[in-house]
């Protein structure tokens, strides 16, 4: 069975940091993109950032450019979010998601196919 | 940037047919993803690639996408579907989502 775990949300001050790890079991996790996808309480989804397999190629949305940075580690089989400059509009429930797709068919063919239960970030002073 | 677009809600009686639509230019070019969250819950993938379903995903739910939209469809509706719908595709290297679709089933 697939799991991912995600931990590391809590409270931080506007300007501070805070990484989120994501645990993955149940499946090769060496093998799959990883990406995080938040949603503020009350909103829609937003996707935030994603890794390649080899953690060679990561992908970030325009409003975290510069301050966020997704990482992996293969031994652990986790993937990390390190949030930097935080601001009161990164406050969400942050998502860990493994993304599958066709290789052949290109990253619009890949979806998110498996969700952690999240973890949530608030920054408030 | 690219931008999709979907009803804020959706109504429909148990049993009939609810048709919730994802607005976009040229999105019939483009796969598109639709996922449904529950309260409390993490969003969950219901078709993929416009129109295939996950394993253990009902055969109720379909999808189809075509021109500048595309539907996901949800026959014989019952009381454990109501829920937030969020279509989703890719432009270039990043990922776009709709802005939700509540359906509620009255």
């Known amino acids: 069975e697939v799991q991912l775990v995600e931990s590391g949300g809590g409270l931080v001050q506007p300007g501070g940091s805070l990484r989120l790890s994501c645990e993955a079991s149940?499946?090769?996790?060496?093998?799959?993109?990883m990406g995080w996808v938040r949603q503020a309480p009350g909103k829609g989804l937003e996707w935030v950032a994603d890794?390649?397999?080899?953690?060679?190629?990561?992908h970030y949305a325009d409003s975290v450019k510069g301050r966020f940075a997704i990482s992996r580690d293969i031994a652990t089989d986790s993937v990390f979010l390190q949030m930097n400059s935080l601001r009161t509009d990164d406050t969400a429930f942050y998502f860990c998601?493994?993304?599958?797709?066709?290789?052949?068919?290109?990253?619009?063919?890949?979806?998110?196919?498996?969700w952690g239960h999240g973890t949530l970030v608030t920054v408030s002073s | 940037s690219y931008e999709l677009t979907q009803p804020p809600s959706v109504s429909v009686s148990p049993g009939q047919t609810a048709s919730i639509t994802c607005s976009g230019d040229?999105?019939?070019?483009?796969?598109v993803y639709w996922y449904q969250q529950k309260p409390g819950q993490s969003p969950t993938l219901v078709i993929y690639?416009?129109?295939k379903r996950p394993s253990g995903i009902p055969e109720r739910f379909s999808g189809s996408n075509s021109g500048n939209t595309a539907t996901l469809t949800i026959s014989e509706t019952q009381a454990m579907d109501e829920a937030e719908f969020y279509c989703?595709?890719?432009?270039?290297?990043?990922?776009?989502f709709g802005g939700g679709t509540r359906l509620t089933i009255l």
């Open positions: 998601a493994r993304e599958s797709g066709v290789p052949s068919l290109g990253r619009g063919s890949y979806s998110f196919d498996s």
């Open positions: 149940g499946f090769t996790f060496s093998s799959y993109w």
């Open positions: 890794i390649k397999q080899d953690g060679r190629e990561q």
């Open positions: 040229k999105l019939g070019n483009r796969y």
């Open positions: 690639q416009d129109k």
């Open positions: 989703q595709a890719w432009d270039s290297s990043t990922v776009v």
